[in-house]
């Protein structure tokens, strides 16, 4: 059976990475992904998916609803597991690789505790010792504007505060590639607005950001490169500029024009 | 009529005097009922939890037995540890039986079944939002676990008032196990029933009235500290 590739465009040929970014080599990247299927009540819901994910640069994951954006993020942190295919963090598997690749959740879960003592938990999970980690979770507080926070329950915090905590959470740990599924698709334009700011200064950092979101816009402002990702196909993967000025596809060109796929 | 309102007086008049006697079977009954809680507190979370968290073979059947087990009849609880500690049993040189520490343990068997089965659902319930989250910050097994019961602490903390109802109500298997020895093994409700068949009603009712008072009391507690810790962490 011959299987459907997506249009490959190197991204030396869009746009340029940012400055700032760091260019140290990375224990989990380039990201192979191959052939990658999922399957679920008896529906395939991730077809021969096949990409190469390289550092210096943040991929954004688009496509209409039920195309398999969040699927194929789960599957690249191991927390599920795809039907056939293979995925290589540079030699490892996603559970191996989970130390260097932290996953922010569309709908965090916050645990039952303050503010600080969520970040302190991260650290704890990953083996950083006591002392090490009461100045990293000040460090995460800072960098997302939560310090003022710090001793309140996470659970009552406001929405857009609830995702900057889960971003300072998965960011502290200081992850080489940091997966986010539609980390603003809940927040009002002002509370997306500091994510995407967040965000912004995670990559200058030189952490990769793989982003999976249904706004065109931010895609924009936040991608260097985009797969898009239609009924469980990729269909592309291109430098941003590209993809938004020229679509390789119809599909692609019909989701920016706004028309309805199906 | 009088007799009922005699005994009331009575037994308010023993209440409010600190009687030694019906103090020293409260404060009996409190120990060994909160012992039992604890110790099946102990056991039956990380139990309840381990079975939510890990599948294995037969896993499925305990689960059954444990709610089986929730309705157990404390006479029958009674009857087994009589025979494990009775002196030709297996348990009987330790001579435990008609002592306390005999009655803590059919307590603790009565009350560990209710409290791992609910903490088995509880822990269940929230791993179905907690489970992703977990393993995406790296918390292994065991750290899993142990968030888990944390963070469902409000609600663990109704299966461990579920279990502290059961045995501090209960009356057979304790009386089994005890024997009712005064001022050694007497509780609130053996005693309650030895004096019923006496005829001794304002004692008995006397600790009837303190045994509720001390339920409602505790559970009120248990509930208000639970809604407050509830609205401060939701």
Redesign the interface.
């Known amino acids: 059976m011959t299987q459907p590739t997506a249009t490959i465009i190197e991204l030396d040929s869009g746009k340029a990475a940012p400055e700032q970014e760091q260019t140290c080599k990375s224990p989990v990247l380039p990201l192979v992904i191959s052939e990658l299927c999922y399957e679920a009540n008896q529906q395939r819901l991730l077809k021969y998916v096949s990409c190469t994910l390289t550092a210096g640069n943040s991929t954004i994951i688009l496509g209409p609803n039920g195309a398999g954006k969040s699927l194929l993020l789960r599957i690249c942190q191991g927390l599920i597991a795809p039907a056939s295919g293979n995925i290589s963090w540079s030699g490892l598997n996603p559970v191996q690789a989970r130390p260097y690749v932290a996953m922010v959740f569309q709908k965090p879960v916050l645990l039952r505790r303050s503010t600080a003592a969520n970040i302190d938990y991260a650290l704890a999970a990953r083996g950083v010792p006591r002392k090490q980690r009461r100045e990293r979770v000040t460090e995460a507080l800072e960098l997302t504007n939560l310090n003022h926070l710090a001793r309140r329950s996470a659970r009552v915090l406001s929405g857009g505060e609830q995702q900057r905590l889960a971003i300072a959470r998965a960011w502290v740990t200081q992850p080489e590639v940091l997966l986010m599924d539609e980390p603003t698709s809940k927040l009002d334009p002002g509370a997306s607005y500091a994510v995407e700011q967040l965000i912004s200064a995670i990559r200058k950092q030189g952490t990769k950001v793989i982003m999976t979101t249904h706004d065109m816009g931010q895609a924009q402002r936040l991608g260097d490169e985009v797969l898009f990702l239609n009924r469980g196909r990729l269909l592309e993967q291109t430098p941003a500029k590209i993809f938004f000025e020229r679509p390789q596809s119809k599909q692609a060109a019909a989701f920016i024009s706004g028309e309805l796929l199906y | 009529m009088s007799d009922l309102s005699s005994a009331f007086g009575t037994a308010a008049s023993l209440i409010l005097h600190l009687d030694a006697d019906l103090l020293e079977i409260v404060l009996l009954s409190l120990q060994i009922s909160l012992l039992a809680t604890l110790f099946a507190a102990l056991i039956g979370m990380p139990l309840g939890a381990a079975l939510a968290l890990y599948r294995f073979p037969g896993r499925g059947f305990i689960v059954a037995m444990l709610n089986a087990f929730m309705g157990l009849p404390p006479v029958v609880v009674g009857l087994v540890v009589y025979l494990l500690l009775s002196r030709s049993g297996p348990l009987g040189p330790l001579g435990l039986l008609f002592t306390p520490t005999a009655m803590v343990i059919a307590q603790f068997m009565l009350a560990a079944p209710i409290i791992a089965a609910l903490t088995q659902q509880t822990v269940a319930d929230l791993n179905e ?2 489970d ?9 097994p065991l ?1 899993a676990m142990r ?1 888990l019961l ?2 469902g ?1 409000f609600s663990l903390l109704t299966a461990v008032l579920a279990g502290f109802g059961r045995v501090s109500a209960e009356v057979g298997a304790v009386l089994i196990v005890g024997g009712n020895i005064n001022h050694v093994t007497r509780v609130m409700t053996t005693t309650i029933a030895l004096e019923t068949s006496k005829g001794n009603l304002a004692l008995a009712l006397a600790l009837g009235l303190i045994l509720i008072g001390l339920s409602i009391t505790l559970t009120f507690t248990a509930q208000s500290i639970r809604d407050t810790a509830y609205r ?3």
């Open positions: 939002e907690y992703e989250q977990l393993r995406s910050l790296g918390a292994g750290r968030t944390w963070d602490r401060h962490y939701h």
